[in-house]
Nanobody, 123 residues
Framework: EVQLVESGGGLVQPGGSLRLSCAAS????????IGWFRQAPGKARELVAA???????YYVDFVKGRFTISRDNARNTMYLQMNSLKSDDTGVYYCAARNTGIVSTKQYDYDYWGQGTLVTVSS
């Protein structure tokens, strides 16, 4: 059984930082493209950042320079380092795995999902 488990969410003040983790099991992690999606209150789920099996990264414009995605294949874990957080970054963050080495901006292209972790940016 494939499982993706996110952790690291919480309440942070504007300008602060958080690091999200996503631990994977039940799949050959090295071969998967991985994405972090965000669903803000009342909005659709959207891709924030992604990393291919070849460790190429992709970021949406509104997180470039603030967020960093990385993966540790030896630990079957990927990370999202979030700095200079803004209130607009509030939402539930999901990691997702795609059964190809490449990534996509479309959530339906991903095969497995975590349960999500809530990030709240507020003073």
């Amino acid at each position: 059984e494939v499982q993706l488990v996110e952790s690291g969410g919480g309440l942070v003040q504007p300008g602060g930082s958080l690091r999200l983790s996503c631990a994977a099991s039940g799949l050959t992690f090295d071969n998967y493209g991985i994405g972090w999606f965000r669903q803000a209150p009342g909005k659709a789920r959207e891709l924030v950042a992604a990393i291919t099996a070849g460790v190429n990264t992709y970021y949406v414009d509104f997180v470039k320079g603030r967020f960093t995605i990385s993966r540790d294949n030896a630990r079957n874990t990927m990370y999202l380092q979030m700095n200079s957080l803004k209130s607009d970054d509030t939402g539930v963050y999901y990691c997702a795995a795609r059964n190809t080495g490449i990534v996509s901006t479309k959530q339906y292209d991903y095969d497995y999902w975590g349960q999500g972790t809530l990030v709240t940016v507020s003073s």
